[in-house]
């Protein structure tokens, strides 16, 4: 009997393009294999073990045919979108019939005066950037004056960044909450981030107390009808800001890849049952958006070099899935997410070794198999893939 899930999202590992790729501009993306053609003697061995290499599209990577711990594949977006609340509510049982806005212009001046009139704070920026470089070029004049930098991108989000020094963490969490609650309905933004940073002219960084501010799921996803049934929910990570709560019953907010892997760790070894829902950001925030290909690369393998000590954690009756939610490819010229098929791969003593299971057609699978195997009876979308999977 399968009493737990441990479910960890590395976030942006995603494994090739979609078919309609080019609708994003994201033709040639694939995170994992263009990092391992672009890193020299790069290697995942336990991911390998467990098929990630056996997952079509991955395939041409392989040095060698071995047995495969773990039942594995892929999946499509069914949602149209690539961002990170997407992924992980269609994860979870939600398929989103229309896009999140997106502003590839700036915010309409209405948004940002009423913005500007709830903070008490003028508005510079208003346009498409990366994140590290509107800091650079902006921070002087953010630091004069103490005006928000406010930054978009092609994903749907509204981006506050500020000077841990000049405004306040506290001040900026609640600037986000106004735009929050200005950005719903139509101009109802998937997400609203909090960006601050540290230093000097010339050295701006940003830190690791960035916040997420979402929407909330628009109905009940996996995380509800697992705390509905009495088990616990145990968010780590970004998982709590997604979600806003909906449906968690214990979180830890970790800042780091290192901090989620330990939290995870820790969690697998109490006693509980549910889920433990684990996002592990420095995929995406560190490496993917800076175009860092090396520093992806050795996210990836300290990851890997973590995940024997997480399956060693696992008791008998737990499940482990490991996933993504896009892409974001470090290796081409963009700086934003990438419209990638996600790895799936599933473990665990009652799971079936060796198994490809091939192409789904949503990330929902992911919840309604989740919710199937836990026995808990739901309405998300999806289907179930458990009879491919259970030994």
Known sequence: ????????????????????????????????????????????????????????????????????????????????????????????????????????????????????????????????????????????????????????????????????????LEELYEACKIARELLQGERGVGRVIARPFIGKSGDYKRTENRRDFSLIPIKDTMLDFISKSGKEVYAIGKIEDIFVNKGITKASHTKNNFEGIEATIQAINEDTEGLIFTNLVDFDMLYGHRNNVEGYAEALQYFDGKLEEIKIALKPSDVLIITADHGCDPTTPSTDHSREYIPIIVYGESIKENNNFGTLDTFSCIGKTILDILNIENDIDGYSIKDKILK
């Open 1 to 168: 009997m399968i009493n737990r899930v441990i479910l960890i999202v590395l976030d942006s590992v995603g494994i090739g393009e979609l078919p309609d790729a080019n609708l994003f501009k994201d033709e040639g993306s694939n995170t994992v294999k263009n990092i391992y053609k672009a890193v020299k003697n790069f290697e995942l061995p336990n991911l390998d073990k467990m098929g990630l290499l056996d997952i079509e599209g991955l395939e041409d990577l392989k040095k060698s045919n071995i047995k495969y711990l773990s039942s594995h594949g892929r999946s499509l977006e069914k949602s149209m979108g690539k961002d990170t609340t997407t992924g992980h509510w269609e994860m979870s049982g939600i398929i989103l019939p229309n896009a999140f806005p997106t502003y590839p212009n700036g915010f309409d001046d209405e948004i940002i005066k009423e913005f500007e009139k709830r903070t008490k704070r003028h508005v510079i920026g208003n346009c498409v950037a990366s994140g590290t470089e509107i800091i650079q070029r902006l921070g002087d004049e953010h630091v004069k004056s103490g005006d928000l930098i406010v930054y978009t991108s092609a994903d749907s989000v509204f981006q506050i960044a500020a000077h841990e020094e000049i405004v306040p």
